[in-house]
């Protein structure tokens, strides 16, 4: 039976999401002395990863996702569009169940992954995605084997590393974790919008929140 072509809605949701990883990617392959990170970018792959409830409108967290693009629109005004017309296809995720966290940090967090184990982009080596944190929200010390990367979009926020004192860091400004180092953030008046690149072969296991957390 030959393949069905795809509708317009179908035509257009591709478009959307092609653009929202290419200005992902290249927002990562501009960071100075970064592009290592994503030297194992797919180059082909795309699919409709399976979401299960959490597509669309699913989480809390996501009544912040629009006010948390008009700000980002100031610095990065093609990927903000990108983002703005990708959003509502996106599989957005929770790492941690009511039994780990308390349920106002779950209503001020959530997740989507555009490339890793179950992304719209396949991969076993590299992971990435969009972290979306409500106003006034403190995430714990956690820590996972992969290095990580993170790109603030939107929202100045407290980042910690380790033992290091706390440090605000604005949109466009790197933050580098190790495998295995903790950190925390916590929001201050606007929500956090970033993305995560993790990288290694830990992509697979998951975040655990540090028992001094």
């Known amino acids: 039976m030959p393949k069905r072509p795809p509708s317009s809605l179908e035509s257009a949701v591709g478009s959307a999401r092609e653009d929202l990883l290419a200005g992902v990617r290249d927002a990562y392959a501009a960071l100075p002395g970064y592009a290592r990170l994503i030297e194992d970018w797919p180059r082909d792959g795309a699919r409709d990863a399976p979401c299960g409830k959490h597509r669309g409108a699913g989480l809390s967290v996501l009544k912040y996702l629009g006010a948390a693009i008009e700000t980002m629109r100031a610095h990065a005004p093609g990927l903000a569009a990108a983002l703005e017309r990708a959003a509502p296809t996106l599989c957005w995720r929770q790492t941690y169940g009511p039994g780990e966290i308390g349920a106002d940090f779950l209503d001020n967090y959530g997740w989507a992954e555009l490339v890793g184990l179950r992304g719209i982009l396949r991969s076993e080596r590299l992971a990435c995605g969009i972290l979306l944190l ?7 010390r956690h820590r996972h084997p992969a290095e990580e990367l993170y790109l603030p979009l939107s929202g100045t926020a407290a980042w910690q590393r380790g033992d290091e004192p706390w440090r605000e860091i604005s949109p466009g400004s790197a933050v580098h974790h190790r495998g295995d ?15 995560y690149v993790w990288c290694g072969a830990g992509i697979g296991r998951k975040s655990r929140l540090d028992a001094d957390g």
Do not use: D
């Open 134 to 140: 409500g106003p006034h929200t403190s995430y714990p």
């Open 181 to 195: 180092e903790p950190h925390a953030m916590r929001t201050m008046a606007e929500p956090l919008l970033a993305a």
